[in-house]
C-alpha cells in the first residue's frame, strides 16, 4: 500500500521505466507498438511537393497586394493623375471635353440655384416681419377703436338705456 500523506510533507512518486527508452508507455502505446499495426496508424515521413508550384520561391501577392499594384501612384496635394480620368469616371478619351463642359455647367447652375434660394430666404423672411408687424397694427388700431368708443360713451350702454 503506498504510504499516506500528511499535510506538509510532499512525497513525489517514482514511475519506473518501461521499455528500451525509458518513457512510461500505457495500453495505447502496446497497441500501437505490436506487430499487426496499419501503416496508417504509424508516423509518416514527410514528402515535400514536387512539380512547378514546389519550384516557385517567390510568395505569391494576395489580392489586396496586386490591386494596389495596378493603381496609379499618389499625386502630391491629393490631385488625379489625368491619365486615369478615364478610369476613375468612366468618361472615354474621345467624350472628356464634353463630360468636362456638362460638368462645369452643373457647377454654375447649381450656384444660380444657391443664390436664388438665399434671395427666396430673404424675402420670405422680410414677408413673415411684415405679417407680423400687421397683425401688431391691427391689433392697435382695434384696440384704439375700443377705446375711442368708451370715450364717447357707446361702450356703456346698450339698447336698453
Known amino acids: 500500500m503506498p504510504p ?3 499535510p506538509g510533507t510532499s512525497v513525489s512518486p517514482t514511475i519506473p521505466p518501461t521499455g528500451p527508452s525509458g518513457i512510461p508507455t500505457g495500453p495505447r502505446a502496446a497497441s500501437s507498438s505490436s506487430a499487426g499495426v496499419s501503416p496508417s496508424l504509424g508516423a ?5 511537393p514536387t512539380g512547378p508550384a514546389a519550384h516557385n520561391v517567390a510568395p505569391r501577392p494576395t489580392l489586396s497586394q496586386s490591386l494596389m499594384s495596378t493603381m496609379s501612384p499618389i499625386l502630391p496635394g491629393g490631385k488625379i493623375d489625368p491619365t486615369s480620368i478615364p478610369l476613375t469616371t ?14 462645369e455647367e ?15 430666404r430673404k424675402y420670405l ?8 408687424e400687421s397683425k401688431a397694427f391691427e391689433l392697435k388700431s382695434d ?9 364717447a ?6 339698447a336698453a338705456f
Open 4 to 6: 499516506r500523506h500528511l
Open 44 to 48: 509518416k515521413p514527410f514528402n515535400p
Open 90 to 103: 468612366g468618361v472615354i478619351k474621345d467624350l472628356d471635353p464634353h463630360h468636362r463642359k456638362l460638368k
Open 106 to 120: 452643373e457647377e454654375r447652375i447649381r450656384e444660380e440655384l444657391k443664390n436664388k434660394q438665399e434671395k427666396l
Open 125 to 132: 423672411r422680410n414677408w413673415d416681419k411684415l405679417e407680423r
Open 143 to 151: 384696440l384704439s377703436e375700443k377705446s375711442l368708443k368708451n370715450l
Open 153 to 158: 360713451g357707446e361702450g356703456l350702454g346698450g
